[in-house]
């Protein structure tokens, strides 16, 4: 997938921008697992995905997780270059949840690029707004939700994303991506396997009565 | 104030998109208590505060709110012109904690300024992240934070908008900043009383003993 076809605004840069933005990108492939970038004080670059499943999540001081957003095929990530962002002062961490392909372009030449071209300041002001709605989402969820409702919700994405009504998730993973502890998770999930809604094998998940889960995110 | 003393990025506009913003700004002012803006269904334009202080606030649908933060002199606040922002998909709401005087740019005057200024556009960018990373912020102070921290912080950061050790404000409302139920509020402030940190009478909190207070906040 070339970067005219993940940038959606392509058309809209002069020659000489579209020039330095493709001579400067770098197709990179990582291995599930790889950690793609570690806090503000990294200066990875900006991230396009081509086709894989990357996770953008924060970690507290004591070494706790939340997932903040997940990045699929054509998505940006703007914060693995955040060094070129004034009024950044966060930090999170990215990791490839799959095999991910991505391009990625150096935080100075995407940078020049912005100060050149209205329009691609424009999109990053929508990639921008775009975050920020994800995390007031979830920081809306964490405050005002129950804890049954999202689990059943994660529960659902996390089968929509892998395709299947199987999870092979143990409860500690499903702990740091809700930012809370295990025990919370192994109890709500004794609690939603006592009323046939999922099995439990071990490291596995089973969904069972996709209704009643999805019954529970409406509540 | 005038806009030029507010817009850090105004000698960078040309004279056109100056005249435009110049023309259409209104100069208002309101009373401590009002409600400036009300959720995404309103378009109320971009404010410029001169002085005075507001509060943006997120609403949970029982009622429950949150403060995400605060706009003081010389502060902008883009949200209430979120109409004119692509990606935006949240609710806020804006209200005056003290008289302020604040310049309003309607939504499409701003907007048609961002596409001819890219210093307009970048500054824009830059204001967003700042906003980004206050969410941020307070996703973490509320996953990862103990209350009492949360509780200690917010005395001091009141005490100092107050510039004074006395506040007059009830559990309630202290319970509505910080997004939980007042009698979560009450019974740590007894807590704190009990510590010889703070004294209550009614409606009323009097700071005793700031130091203990501070190192509350940097456990």
Redesign the interface.
């Known amino acids: 997938m070339t970067l005219s076809e993940i940038i959606p605004v392509w058309s809209d840069l002069d020659r000489q921008t579209q020039d330095a933005l493709l001579s400067s990108a770098q197709e990179r492939r990582v291995d599930k697992g790889t950690i793609l970038h570690n806090g503000a004080a990294e200066c990875t670059g900006l991230i396009l995905v081509e086709d894989g499943q990357l996770r953008a999540y924060?970690l507290?001081?004591?070494g706790?997780e939340?997932t903040l957003y997940r990045l699929l095929d054509r998505d940006i990530c703007l914060f693995s270059a955040?060094c070129m962002?004034?009024?950044?002062?966060?930090d999170l961490t990215i990791a490839a949840e799959q095999d991910t392909r991505f391009w990625l372009i150096p935080a100075e030449v995407f940078q020049r690029a912005?100060?050149?071209?209205?329009a691609l300041?424009?999109y990053?002001?929508?990639?921008?707004?775009?975050?920020?709605?994800d995390?007031?989402?979830?920081?809306?969820k964490?405050?005002?939700q129950s804890f049954d409702r999202r689990l059943a919700e994660f529960l659902l994405e996390e089968s929509s994303l892998a395709g299947s009504d199987e999870l092979s998730i143990t409860h500690e993973v499903i702990a740091r991506h809700l930012?809370t502890a295990r025990e919370v998770v192994t109890r709500m999930l004794k609690y939603f396997k006592g009323e046939g809604v999922i099995t439990l094998t071990r490291g596995t998940i089973r969904i069972l009565d996709r209704e009643r889960l999805e019954a529970l995110t409406e509540e």
């Open positions: 924060a507290s001081p004591d706790r939340i955040s962002l004034r009024g950044v002062h966060f912005m100060t050149q071209s209205i300041s424009q990053t002001n929508q990639l921008m707004a775009e975050r920020l709605s995390v007031m989402w979830l920081l809306e964490v405050l005002w930012g």
